[in-house]
């Protein structure tokens, strides 16, 4: 039957197509750079309490010092993070406190023992300077006490013995009386 051969201008619709695509090119970049923009400034938003809370965490370990406080900027989730770590850093400030008094304490316990000690080693070799005299004196007065005995013994003797002899002087008396009278 026959052929239809149509022939188009397709430079219209390639310059719309192009046109299009540098439009869809132009808001995919505008699209792109607010996104990067928003997505920056919600970072900072985000991450700066949380690389304050770091910080501040960090400082605490290295200075071991528990009075610092990280600062809540938002009553948001972080905040609540920071609410809970300021928390926990009183309670471990309180404990510290505790355990240094508790530790202070103790070194008086100590030295006030130490002190006792000291006071009954003191009293322990006094007690066995005395015990030494003590027998040193034992010693002594055994010493002393045998010739002692011995000498009371004797003089005993002579008590009985002067005293024999007084009653026998005093009967030969009566007797040289009776004798001469």
Not at 27 to 56: C, E, H, R, W, Y
Not at 171 to 180: S, W
């Amino acid at each position: 039957i026959g052929n239809l051969y149509l022939v188009s201008d397709l430079r219209e619709m390639r310059d719309r197509i192009t046109r299009f695509s540098v439009i869809i090119g132009v808001i995919l970049l505008v699209a792109l750079l607010a996104a990067l923009g928003l997505s920056l400034k919600f970072q900072s938003v985000i991450s700066a309490p949380i690389l304050k809370l770091a910080q501040a965490a960090r400082l605490v370990s290295a200075r071991q010092e528990y009075s610092i406080r990280a600062v809540k900027e938002n009553e948001d989730e972080i905040g609540n993070l920071v609410d809970d770590f300021n928390h926990m850093l009183e309670q471990i400030q309180r404990q510290d406190s505790d355990l240094k008094r508790y530790r202070d304490h103790l070194q008086e316990e100590v030295t006030a023992r130490t002190a006792e000690l000291l006071a009954a080693e003191v009293e322990l070799r006094q007690a066995q300077k005395l015990e030494s005299v003590g027998r040193l004196a034992s010693g002594i007065a055994h010493e002393i006490n045998t010739p002692i005995q011995f000498i009371g013994d004797n003089t005993r003797f002579l008590q009985e013995a002067f005293a024999a002899f007084q009653t026998l002087l005093e009967k030969y008396q009566m007797v040289v009386d009776a004798a001469a009278a």
